[in-house]
């Protein structure tokens, strides 16, 4: 066994984190022969639901979960942690605007930001709670000397979302399409591209020769998905959440396979004219250790509209916090 890592999980006692942190405490983003000290953080109105997740994680005996430290104080739940996923958040509710989450989640971001500048040192940030994009870019605006290049906004949700959607389309499994990307923000403003993917090694256009239903219902579908599951459940999605939060942990620790490409959420350096000062998301490879934008992709005008129309809700979301980013 190694040396123990920490790793923080903000809205501990929450549903997505109920589906997320037994995953990571049996060793299966790290590895089996890498010992988990979790440090979960929750409000103090939720410190008891979060003893009995602790106690239901004890009763699991995972051999890599180490140790726990619960808390409801951010510098002690970030303290010495190699990753952090702030996924604690007010949820979206049937018929809230983003404008409320903004409001309401914003000063969640700028405290847990101060926090990890404080606490932290050689560490990855993951947000998920939403508004995803704009949250993560309150915490790396706060976290003063921590790179920018270490926090990312969770896209990996609608990046699944697309590829289900394409595999259904198209009679396949969803491990047979690749190289699908979501540009933009983490919002029904998302554009999942069809143009730059493929199914068993084909451009998607050729295997799906419906380009109505390319351009209409499945754009529209990923874009809409996380609200149509709200009307059904009335909740937020929590097990598909999770799970992406997986993908993205495993495909930022691990060499991207040749030829391939996920989608992440990184602070703009201006590829594809995207403003800098924006957390948009892009096709990334990771490299094992860092996120690098894949260059080179085809952006047509039809793409280049929709890419366009989300950026600008990005900017007009930066505006609304303008107050939290100095």
């Known amino acids: ?40 953080l929750e409000i103090t109105p939720a410190m008891k639901a979060l003893e009995g997740v602790a106690m239901e994680l004890q009763d699991c005996a995972f051999p890599t ?10 510098e002690e739940a970030f303290e010495g942690i190699s990753w952090g996923l702030l996924v604690g958040s007010k949820p979206r509710g049937p018929g ?33 709670g939403n508004p995803a994009n704009t949250n993560c870019l309150i915490a790396l605006t706060n976290a003063g000397d921590l790179p920018p290049d270490r926090f990312a906004a969770m896209m990996r949700l609608d990046h699944n979302r697309a590829i289900s959607q394409l595999a259904s389309k198209a009679g396949v499994l969803a491990g047979d399409v690749t190289n699908v990307a979501i540009w933009g923000n983490h919002s029904a403003t998302q554009f999942p591209d069809f143009i730059n993917a493929k199914i068993k090694g084909k451009p998607v256009t050729e ?28 909740v937020s999605s929590a097990v598909s959440a999770a799970n992406a939060a997986i993908g993205h942990v495993k495909s930022a620790i691990s060499k991207t396979p040749q030829g391939d490409w996920s989608s992440t959420a990184l602070l703009s350096d201006g590829s594809y004219d995207i403003p800098k000062g924006l957390v948009s998301s892009f096709p990334v490879r990771s490299n094992g250790t860092q996120w690098e ?15 366009d129309a989300s950026i600008k809700e990005l900017q007009e979301e930066k505006a609304m916090v303008d107050e939290m980013l100095h």
């Open 1 to 40: 066994m190694n040396k123990p890592i920490r790793v923080a999980i903000t809205g501990a006692a929450g549903q997505l984190a109920y589906s997320l942190i037994i995953r990571i405490a049996s060793g299966e983003v790290f590895g089996h022969d890498q010992p988990i000290h979790m440090n979960l």
């Open 65 to 74: 979960l180490a140790d726990m430290t619960l808390t409801d104080k951010a």
């Open 96 to 128: 809230m605007e983003r404008g409320d989450l903004l409001k309401d989640n914003g000063r969640i971001f700028v405290g847990q930001g101060q926090a990890l500048q404080k606490a932290a040192g050689d560490v990855r940030i993951l947000v998920v």
């Open 207 to 234: 295997v799906i020769q419906d380009k109505a239903w390319l351009e209409g219902e499945f754009i529209s579908t990923v874009q809409k998905r996380g609200a149509t599951i709200i009307a059904a459940r009335g």
């Open 293 to 307: 934008i894949v260059q080179g992709l085809t952006i047509n005008d039809f793409a280049r509209q929709k890419i």
